[in-house]
């Protein structure tokens, strides 16, 4: 079993930056595929970035490339997702999803048998 705990949500100014951390138990992040997703208010859960295990490659939501940066950090077996240059429209609670299954299809949340709880990323203009 995996448990995952966000961290660091909060409230920040449109063109600011932040950085919210998933930490995990019962495997390591090295063994996981991992991923982060959001849910905007009143709107579905969408995917936002992707970090494969045994691989370097990282992926993208096009709303998000070139701004957010998926990492983790496996001697703190923790998962972070950087986000510069915020925008308004990046309000939504912030999801980190694993699961110990190879999978292509990293952007659906489907794919990802491990949730954990979210956290409010707030950005105002």
């Known amino acids: 079993q995996v448990h995952l705990v966000e961290s660091g949500g909060g409230l920040v100014q449109a063109g600011g930056s932040l950085r919210v951390s998933c930490a995990a138990s019962?495997?390591?992040?090295?063994?996981?595929?991992m991923a982060w997703f959001r849910q905007p208010p009143g709107t579905e859960r969408e995917f936002v970035a992707a970090?494969?295990?045994?691989?370097?490659?990282?992926y993208y939501a096009g709303s998000v490339k070139g701004r957010f940066t998926i990492s983790r950090d496996t001697a703190k077996n923790t998962m972070y997702l950087q986000m510069n240059s915020l925008k308004p429209e990046d309000t939504a609670v912030y999801y980190c999803?694993?699961?110990?299954?190879?999978?292509?299809?990293?952007?659906?949340?489907?794919?990802?048998?491990?949730w954990g709880q979210g956290t409010q990323v707030t950005v105002s203009s």
């Open positions: 019962g495997r390591t992040v090295r063994s996981l595929h």
């Open positions: 999803a694993a699961t110990a299954y190879n999978t292509s299809s990293y952007w659906h949340a489907n794919s990802y048998s491990y």
């Open positions: 970090s494969p295990w045994r691989s370097e490659s990282t």
